[in-house]
């Protein structure tokens, strides 16, 4: 069974091959030397715009590894982008827009409707990287969360706890909601797009969920992923990953999405108990551990393979975003010990 046949059964929750199909978090090639020797030449930003750089990092981690399944290289802020809110990053680490979203004006100037336009090179790179992989492996896309997107767009880029975002959500609740519903529906014609392109299935970052208040994230978040899930493909299925805890992830869980991404610090086993097959968990080592050494990496993947021994509906991957400092010795292992899990 190749790759992408492996991860198609398993989204399913139909894979009883013996062990998890494997891919890595987005931008995962950045502990690359090819990646750096690339960066030094480009920006981010110009790599994400350029399709065939976009394809070339797609493709070195499935070059050193053998990795299941391939996920596009690009950035969430894409689509803030194509809206209108240009995205950049500071020299000292985060992410700056070149402007901050300040009145209910702003928000009515978004564009939401030229989106598949003026991402037409992500278009490109998508379907270059399906000619690329064949039936072989699988193809991924991804994007941000609507509630994620506009923390970023209101705060003016990263912000600890973004509570210019937070702030308006609960005083403005109208034009907060105004500015959700704009970023879903340019979500999903962006989704439109990739599956058109041949994706396997598509990823939905909401990498801030764990700031809405407990009252709330229904109303900031999750109810703008479940309209984004229903305006998808039939056919596409829905990866959710979240930085939160198992009470975030059972209502995670209630959006109907066909995965969850599970952060490293929730116990895996213990989620299935909750939350079972044919709702495919995907997961959850340590990135920090990838910047050890091939032993550790071994002994924490095996603890987690075993855990889930049999287990027709489960990805391995990391618990969050793989890491510059992480290890090419230590990826070899775990790619090996997956691989040879029986």
Known sequence: MNGRSLFQKTICGQNYSGRPPIWVMRQAGRY?????????????????RTPDLAVEVTLQPLRRFSLDAAIMFSDILVIPEAMGQEYSFRPAGGIEMAHKLKSDVDILNLDEKSVSENLSYVEETLKLLRAELGDEKA????CGSPWTLACYMIEGGSAEGFPKALKWANENPKSFHLLLEKITYALADYLAMQAKCGVDALQIFDSWLNICPDDQVWEFSLKWIARLIQLC?????IIVYANTQAKGLTEISKVKPQALGVHHGV???????????????QGNLDPEIMSSDPENVRSETLKILESLKGDPAHIMNLGHGIRPNAKI???????????SFA
């Open 233 to 237: 493909p039939d056919h596409l299925p």
């Open 139 to 142: 193809l991924l896309g991804f």
């Open 329 to 339: 010795e230590c990826m070899e292992e775990l790619v090996e010990t997956v691989i």
């Open 32 to 48: 690359l030397p090819e990646y750096r020797a690339l960066k030094e030449k480009h920006t981010f930003v110009e790599m994400v």
């Open 267 to 281: 116990d895996l086993a213990e989620i299935r108990k909750i939350l079972p097959a044919p709702l495919v968990l």
